[in-house]
């Protein structure tokens, strides 16, 4: 059986909460459970007279704890991956050029969401990474970890700049993995014959549209660290949802949008090669200083451009940046595949309120001038947009 708690991830978690505590001097502590979630059950059969109706046998139960055995295990890992993550990312956006300062505020219980969507995504991905053999057991034990995240709640909160925003969101992040990790060693206690499994979980789960029991969870197989393929592929779909969320999250509650200053084409380049495209893929977005920016324009003889670039407490997002996040340059010439987002789909989403582009246009999909109407040429029209908030719409502002 897996020991409870090695003295390396007591050590570690103890580390990054001190870390944390130290960033902002101020503790953000969940509401953790009074008993192991008394009010959230599963049942031991799907109905009367059925062949699952009859209790558990000692066997099931047993492969049900070693499911959650391998789950706490999985969740392990996730976590490690997520901190390794933000640390990366926080000293990659701290080294970014300095400019105008600026603070933001952060909602912690927004914690609850990602954590949830990260359990979900993975849970979606069961079936395709484990050949639809074990999928119903991998979903249904993602389902015990989604009820019981459900379980805890952060107060609101507020901290001023990048540095208060990354700890206090990291320091959320250890919080709810440690509550959460508690709670499954509890239920997966072998004390008398799994009393906690048998006397705890007595109703379905209902995970993504669909119900549970605990006989789905003690009859198949969540993956452990021997299944290497499918364990990694959950993994990699959870992690890579979990950096989505990270950076919109960062961007659109600590995050400034900022314009650059107006320019044309070089005089000596000529028109008849560098259509506003050509001139985004081939100068601008090869130029270190303008990697994690967004080049728009509009025509007025010649071409006319600004570009939009993010800081984070008047820190400009530094080139690696745009390696991580921009999938494209130009929009939809995709450059980096393994990027996160499409480049208008940050800067215009990644928002409380609708952005103004100040008659600027996006530059064609094209390398070609287009029709020659108006301040159209070499760029695409409409503008307008729906604001949807990217993950997070409820953080629009009405």
């Keep these: 059986m897996k020991a409870q708690n090695t003295s390396n991830k007591l050590s570690r978690r103890n580390w990054l909460r001190d870390t944390a505590l130290t960033a902002t001097g101020v503790a953000v502590l969940p509401s953790l459970l009074n008993s192991c979630i008394e009010d959230h059950r599963i049942p031991p059969g799907v109905g009367v007279g059925s062949p699952q109706d009859a209790p558990p046998t000692t066997a099931e139960l047993a492969n049900a704890a070693q499911n959650l055995d391998n789950m706490r295990d999985w969740l392990e890992h996730l976590h490690t991956r997520k901190n390794d993550y933000m640390t990366d990312m926080f000293l990659l956006i701290e080294s970014g050029t300095e400019g105008p300062s600026g603070l933001a505020d952060f909602i912690i219980d927004i914690l609850l969401k990602i954590a949830i969507g990260i359990i979900a995504a993975a849970a979606v991905a069961a079936e395709a990474v484990t050949a639809g053999v074990a999928g119903a057991a991998v979903i249904a034990t993602l389902g015990i970890a989604s009820v019981l995240i459900k379980k805890f709640a952060f107060p609101d909160s507020r901290t001023n700049g990048l540095l208060g925003t990354y700890a206090e969101f990291r320091k959320g992040q250890d919080d709810l993995f440690n509550a959460t990790d508690d709670a499954l060693l509890i239920l997966r206690d072998e004390t008398d014959n799994y009393k906690n499994l048998r006397e705890k979980w007595t109703e379905e789960i209902d995970f993504n549209g669909k119900k549970y029991t605990l006989r789905d969870v003690a009859t198949a197989q969540f993956p452990s660290e021997k299944d290497g393929t499918v364990y990694v592929a959950l993994l990699k779909v959870a992690f890579d949802q979990f950096r989505k969320y990270f950076w919109n999250l960062m961007i659109t509650k600590a995050g400034w949008v900022k314009w650059s200053h107006r320019w044309g084409f070089d005089p000596d380049s000529g028109r008849a090669y560098w259509t506003p495209a050509r001139y985004g893929r081939e100068k ?112 629009i502002k009405k």
Aim: no cysteine.
């Design 284 to 395: 601008h977005y090869t130029e270190d200083s303008n990697k994690s920016s967004y080049l728009r324009g509009w025509w007025d003889g010649v071409a006319i451009f600004s570009k939009l670039y993010i800081t984070f407490d008047g820190r400009e997002l530094p080139p690696a940046a745009a390696k991580e996040l921009f999938k494209d340059d130009t929009p939809g010439h995709i450059i980096n595949p393994d990027g996160l987002f499409n480049r208008d789909y940050v800067f215009k989403q990644f928002r409380t309120e609708k952005l103004d582009f100040l008659g600027y246009h996006d530059v064609r999909k094209d390398l070609d001038w287009g029709i020659y109407s108006g301040d159209a040429i070499g760029f695409d029209l409409p503008d307008d947009y729906v604001l949807t908030g990217g993950e997070f719409p409820e953080l």
